[in-house]
């Protein structure tokens, strides 16, 4: 089977050009939330590892054990000899200094992971609830490929080396995006500037949240491998962008590239209505079927467009040919594929509008020489 697109008239078609904005980073992705527009790329699907942004998957599956009653905030977790020494005062890596055999509450433990990027509070939380790192590595896995995660692996909760983890920007965004959108009674805790425990404050680890500009989390992380990363959102003009970003050289690199990508997918950008609700996108022909099928959105297609250079949207129609009768209304058959430049910018299922059966045999042996002449082209 092939896979055909078919061009629409959208708002012109401009010649292919370089992206509209560049970054040091190494890999990075940007989305606007609310329409799923992709305002940057860049090696967005490389793996790398991932960090201390491994604890925004840790703290998924906490949220989600907390929605479905496995869990409450009031859980009490027992600190082990092995949380503390591998991610505790005595590890001199990132921790809340939890003393060792005390019992801490899950909130606190929660605010300790995002607000201090604790890695013993990490482990904590692993051994309480899967018995062991590695079993709770396990679930990150088996959790993010349920959410839609399609590559990244997980090899502990904490994101300190290990040879198993692996992320990548585009299901980092995806993942931020999720937390956003199913957990808005946690996603507070992105925040909030400062937490203190066993008397030691600290303030939260991502440098945006100061500046005033709509920031208002996610996280940061740091591997000698992968450089500097980061995972943020911007909330500002009625408009939420999630970014990650990978691959840079220095703390001050990467607060810089992160703060001026977020301001320009603000600023650069304007909404735009592609296809209003109902609206008819296209018709397709079926093979061997009496009629061709309508396709429609389930709902009204908005997409953000450059402000400088709004010529070059184009989309298309992209469907596996032949498309064969019969097709029952309703059914998903194509997507609807939008390009800024180069950048695939936005994918939208379409439906069948109406039935199609299989017409008369003429019509079908005629659809069959059309298929063989394809093929043989």
């Not at 609830?129 to 904490?158: H, K, P, Q």
């Not at 956003?180 to 404050?201: K, L």
């Not at 001026?260 to 109902?278: H, I, P, Q």
Request: aromatic share 8%; hydrophobic share 40%.
């Amino acid at each position: 089977m092939l896979v055909f697109s078919l061009v629409l008239s959208v708002l012109g078609a401009a010649p292919s050009r370089a992206q509209l904005f560049e970054t040091r980073a190494a890999q990075a992705y940007m989305i606007d939330a609310d329409t799923g527009t992709v305002l940057f790329s860049k090696n967005e699907d490389e793996l790398v590892p991932p960090a201390s942004l491994a604890k925004l998957m840790t703290m998924e599956v906490v949220f989600h054990a907390i929605s479905t009653g496995r869990l409450s905030l009031d859980d009490t977790f027992q600190v082990s000899e092995n949380a503390w020494r591998t991610g505790g005062a005595a590890s001199r890596t990132s921790t809340m200094f939890a003393e060792l055999n005390s019992s801490i509450r899950l909130e606190d433990l929660i605010q300790g992971v995002i607000v201090q990027s604790a890695n013993d509070g990490c482990i904590i939380i692993a051994e309480g609830m899967a018995g062991s790192e590695e079993n709770f590595a396990r679930l990150m896995t088996e959790r993010a490929r349920e959410i839609g995660l399609t590559r990244s692996v997980f090899g502990n909760s904490s994101g300190l080396p290990h040879p198993d983890s692996q992320v990548s920007m585009k299901d980092l965004v995806k993942l931020a995006r999720h937390i956003h959108a199913t957990y808005p009674e946690f996603y507070r805790y992105y925040s909030q500037p400062d937490f203190t425990w066993n008397n030691i404050r600290q303030r939260n680890r991502n440098p945006l949240l100061g500046l005033d500009i709509g920031v208002d989390g996610m996280k940061t992380g740091f591997t000698e491998d992968s450089g500097y990363g980061i995972v943020a959102s911007i909330n500002r003009d009625g408009r939420r962008l999630f970014m990650a970003m990978s691959g840079l050289s220095t703390k001050r690199e990467r607060a810089e590239e992160a703060r001026k990508m977020l301001e320009w997918g603000v600023r650069a950008f304007e909404s735009r209505t592609l296809f209003a609700e109902d609206e008819i996108i296209g018709e397709l022909s079926v093979y061997g079927g009496d009629d061709g099928v309508v396709v429609k959105a389930d709902g009204p297609i908005d997409i953000l467009v450059p402000i400088t250079n709004p010529d070059r949207l184009t989309a298309r129609i992209s469907y596996r040919w032949p498309l064969r009768a019969p097709v029952e209304a309703g059914s998903e058959i194509a997507v609807l594929k939008v390009y800024i430049g180069e950048l695939l910018s936005q994918e939208t299922p379409l439906y069948a509008e109406n039935s199609v059966t299989k017409g008369p045999l003429h019509t079908q042996a005629l659809d069959a020489l059309i298929e063989l002449a394809q093929f043989w082209r």
